[in-house]
């Protein structure tokens, strides 16, 4: 089992940029796939990003290809989230997910065991 803690949002003007951080608890952090996920007022949580276990292949929602970038460090059991060229459109809750049985990045909610209570993003313009 892993515990996910998301720090790192905030308030931010558009074109601006935040970094977000995920820290799991646990020893077996590097046995699961990590995604980060978001979910705006009124809509359905969507996929942002992916990572694998070793960071060796990444994934991104064409959304936000370009400008976010996931990154993993097994030693710190932490995930990272780098948002640039915020847009108005980013603003979400943002959640990061463990996968313990999936074998690669997988954009379905479902595909998910574990999940953080969420931080809140939010681009102003």
């Known amino acids: 089992q892993v515990q996910l803690v998301e720090s790192g949002g905030g308030l931010v003007q558009a074109g601006g940029s935040l970094r977000l951080s995920c820290a799991a608890s646990g020893r077996t952090f590097s046995s699961y796939i990590i995604g980060w996920f978001r979910q705006a007022p009124g809509k359905e949580r969507e996929f942002v990003a992916g990572?694998?276990?070793?960071?060796?292949?990444?994934s991104y929602a064409d959304s936000v290809k370009g400008r976010f970038t996931i990154s993993r460090d097994n030693a710190k059991n932490a995930v990272y989230l780098q948002m640039n060229s915020l847009e108005p459109e980013d603003t979400a809750v943002y959640y990061c997910a463990a996968g313990s049985w999936i074998l690669a990045v997988n954009p379905r909610v479902s595909a998910y065991d574990y999940w953080g209570q969420g931080t809140q993003v939010t681009v102003s313009s």
């Open positions: 990572i694998t276990r070793s960071g060796s292949d990444k």
